[in-house]
């Protein structure tokens, strides 16, 4: 296998400063009890810190709204007790030689995937839809709408204060944020609606720049988009480089410093009518369009996608020549590593080390358990 290196070198954005460029993906795991987070969860993120990741991105964390998760056990991130189990957290990952963020999210108008489990207030989403022509909740209300936008700004002043190394602001998978860029789901007439990407972006724009202002300008701000919707895997907000450029600068302008752009499969490209099969991918894209660091994600290391470990399968190891491949020529600046962390906190340390024979794939068993 081609050498690793290009995955060990530091990052430095702003008071972010990584020894490597491997971050660990957010990825639900719904075992916060009532949404507070326990030692259960600090010694998860820990043992991931111990393993060596560069940045650790919590899973989503809500923010205080009524109806801001779609599961009981979701993490939040207000209130006295759930701010003080992530205190817990982020001192764990420290004393491990760690950096964190949490990914501060709002679910908006989505249903769980695991159960019926509903909210006490109504579900809100910009126009009150699940996906184009599917009622669900309320559509929001100006004051609804700014509330949101405190509560976010609010989420990641606290996560400063806590001392987080960053903060991520989910706006992808067709959650709140990303219900409002989606002309299926933002029927809207009023400033934060419109025909174009970037008038649907208002609201997102809103976000960064409250969230800038309340941790200030040298906290760096991660923003999560993505293309495709848990409720469309199809959907394609920006199918052109000047539709890209219209919704994503924006947000760079707004206060977002690292773009963590999403795909199934960080091999794909974004645009391969423009620049072939082996184009840039969607990370690619977006560091070239808007001058903003981005962080890939997409599959790494294993041989299927994500959306198999919902069926229950597994996933065999593969090799990592393309994503070094793609690192070297600079095309992103970070890979984010999801489901093989669940089965291998070790895989980064294993890698840097070149005990490759010592690697594992992903065993769906995983997604059971807290360790």
């Known amino acids: 296998m081609t050498s690793t290196d290009i995955l060990f070198q530091p990052f430095k954005l702003k008071t972010l400063d990584l020894p490597n460029r491997i971050v660990m993906a957010p990825m639900t795991r719904v075992m916060a009890p009532d949404g507070i987070p326990g030692p259960a969860n600090a010694a998860y993120y820990r043992k991931r810190a111990e393993g060596g990741v560069g940045l650790i991105l919590s899973e989503g964390t809500v923010v205080d709204r009524p109806a801001s998760r779609n599961e009981k056990d979701i ?26 963020a949490p990914q501060i999210w709002h679910t908006g108008s989505t249903k769980s995937m695991q159960n019926a489990w509903v909210p006490d207030a109504p579900v809100e989403s910009p126009s009150g839809l699940l996906a184009p022509d599917t009622p669900r909740g309320v559509a929001m209300s100006d004051e609804d709408i700014a509330d949101t ?13 806590l001392g987080f190394d960053t903060v991520e602001i989910h706006g992808a998978h067709g959650y709140l944020i990303d219900e409002f860029f989606w002309s299926g789901t933002n029927l809207r007439d009023d400033r934060y609606g419109g025909k174009t990407i970037a008038e649907r972006s208002t609201f997102a724009r809103e976000v960064v720049a409250a969230t800038r202002a309340a941790v200030g300008p040298d906290f760096p701000i991660i923003l999560r988009l993505s293309q495709w919707k848990q409720q469309d895997l199809t959907a394609r907000l920006a199918p052109t480089p000047d539709e890209m450029t219209s919704w994503l600068a924006p947000l760079v302008e707004a206060g977002a410093d690292i773009l963590h752009c999403s795909q199934r499969r960080f091999w794909e490209p974004e645009f391969p009518e423009l620049d072939g099969e082996n184009g840039l991918n969607f990370a690619g894209w977006a560091k070239k369009l808007t001058g903003a660091a981005t962080i890939s994600v997409g599959s790494v290391g294993l041989s299927s996608d994500f959306f198999t470990a919902f069926g229950g399968q597994g996933s065999k190891q593969a090799e990592l020549d393309q994503l070094i491949n793609r690192m070297e020529k600079g095309e992103f600046d970070l890979i984010a590593i999801g489901r093989v962390l669940l089965t291998d906190p070790d895989w980064v340390a294993k890698i840097r080390d070149n005990r490759m024979a010592e690697l594992k794939g992903f065993d769906p068993a995983s997604l059971g358990e807290l360790v």
């Open 149 to 161: 936008i405190a509560a976010f700004a609010s989420a990641a002043k606290s996560a400063k204060d």
């Open 75 to 100: 993490p939040v991130f207000h209130g006295d007790a759930a701010l003080k189990g992530w205190a817990e957290v982020i001192n764990k990952v420290h004393a491990a030689g760690g950096k964190m």
